[in-house]
């Protein structure tokens, strides 16, 4: 950001609670200061009773997350956010139903990090995600505003993120890393020069088992890129340029 005024920083979190806690965590430590006081200002919403986000997309519920999210990002507003972060990419399918309800900016997670492979060069990107990620494209139309060519997993791997996802990490269970691995070797023998971590929780496995810059988390994207529009400086991010 070129603004140097200050500001505060919204959370609409909960979806899911680990992935909002990860998030804030990052935020703090990948912020440049010398003192408490230089910290980006956070408020934090976590409203883990939202209604599932890809249940609704998939039609197995008629409960409309944008209600509630919509609730929570107009109250962050009243508290006094300048901007605000969504730290769920399935949540991203009702961004501009959210967006529409407040007068301050939602940083897009999903724009913003297939911005972030277009900096790096990437000419095809593998997609690991929720099924309502996946099945709404959501990814796969903003990759196409960036010239750049998508891949999700077969039916069968699609089931072990999912299982990941809703098996392991949301019930705070060890993540079966040969499931995680198939599904990754599948992607990168499409020719997949970076395979995007499109699910928060996914985000918990890069921290847990070291994987490598191949892998683009889109947590981390979120978080360097809401640091910069809080009129701060990201530290710490491998591979991150200042500005993209």
């Known amino acids: 950001m070129k603004d140097d005024k200050s500001k505060m920083l919204g959370i609409l979190g909960g979806l899911g609670p680990m992935s909002t806690a990860y998030f804030y965590e990052m935020i703090t430590?990948?912020?440049?200061?010398?003192?408490?006081?230089?910290?980006i200002d956070m408020v934090i919403s976590s409203s883990a009773t939202t209604p599932d986000r890809t249940g609704y997309i998939l039609g197995t519920s008629s409960d409309n997350p944008?209600?509630?999210?919509?609730e929570d990002a107009r109250r962050l507003v009243e508290f006094g956010a300048d901007v605000i972060a969504i730290p769920c990419n399935t949540a991203h399918y009702f961004y501009s139903e959210v967006q529409n309800s407040i007068t301050?900016?939602?940083i897009h997670i999903i724009y913003e990090t297939v911005k972030y492979c277009k900096s790096l060069g990437a000419e095809k990107i593998g997609i690991m995600a929720t099924d309502g990620t996946v099945?709404?494209?959501?990814?796969?139309?903003?990759?196409?505003?960036f010239s750049i060519e998508c891949v999700v997993p077969s039916a069968e791997n699609q089931q072990k993120v999912m299982d990941i996802i809703y098996g392991c990490v949301k019930q705070g269970k060890p993540v079966d890393m040969n499931n995680f691995y198939s599904v990754s070797r599948e992607l990168t023998k499409a020719g997949c020069d970076r395979i995007i971590l499109g699910c928060t929780e996914l985000s918990l496995i890069k921290r847990d088992h070291g994987l490598?810059?191949?892998y683009i988390d889109a947590l981390e994207v979120l978080a360097w890129r809401s640091i910069q529009y809080c009129g701060k400086k990201p530290i710490g991010f491998e591979d991150f340029k200042d500005e993209i």
């Open 66 to 70: 944008a209600v509630r999210m919509s």
């Open 212 to 214: 490598d810059s191949f």
């Open 29 to 39: 430590r990948h912020t440049q200061v010398n003192c408490d006081q230089d910290h």
């Open 135 to 145: 099945i709404s494209n959501t990814y796969q139309r903003i990759a196409e505003e």
């Open 104 to 106: 301050v900016p939602i």
